[in-house]
């Protein structure tokens, strides 16, 4: 499985990016994709989950109502939609990608992208 990301870069507070994810290699519709960010000095932290068959989200508390993951079949991609930008959503953001059920553990993840830099500033 191979995961590649874009769509990083800066904007100002209240701004909006959209992070894409191209996914190769397996069968799609028995993934999980997760979206995942890390921050200068602290630890990698769930964002946004999404149960590629389903079509089933989850989304951490601090990012629900601005963030929105979702995919394209066609492409084979998953998305993550962020809007109303914060400064301290700065962090390099990557997707993931899981058999099995929805986990918000970075560490039940066995597939990872190359990771994008998201920058907000004030």
Not at 5 to 31: D, I, M, N, P
Not at 35 to 51: C, H, T
């Amino acid at each position: 499985v191979q995961l590649v990301e874009s769509g990083g870069g800066l904007v100002q507070a209240g701004g909006s990016l959209r992070l894409s994810c191209a996914v190769s290699g397996g069968t799609f519709s028995t993934y999980n994709m997760g979206w995942f960010r890390q921050a200068p000095g602290k630890e990698r932290e769930f964002v946004a989950a999404l149960v590629w068959s389903s079509g089933s989200t989850y989304y951490a508390d601090s990012v629900k109502g601005r963030f929105t993951i979702s995919r394209d079949n066609a492409k084979n991609t998953v998305y993550l939609q962020m809007n109303s930008l914060k400064p301290e959503d700065t962090a390099v953001y990557s997707c993931a990608a899981r058999w099995g059920s929805y986990d918000a553990f970075y560490r039940a993840y066995p597939y990872w992208g190359q990771g994008t830099l998201v920058t907000v500033s004030s």
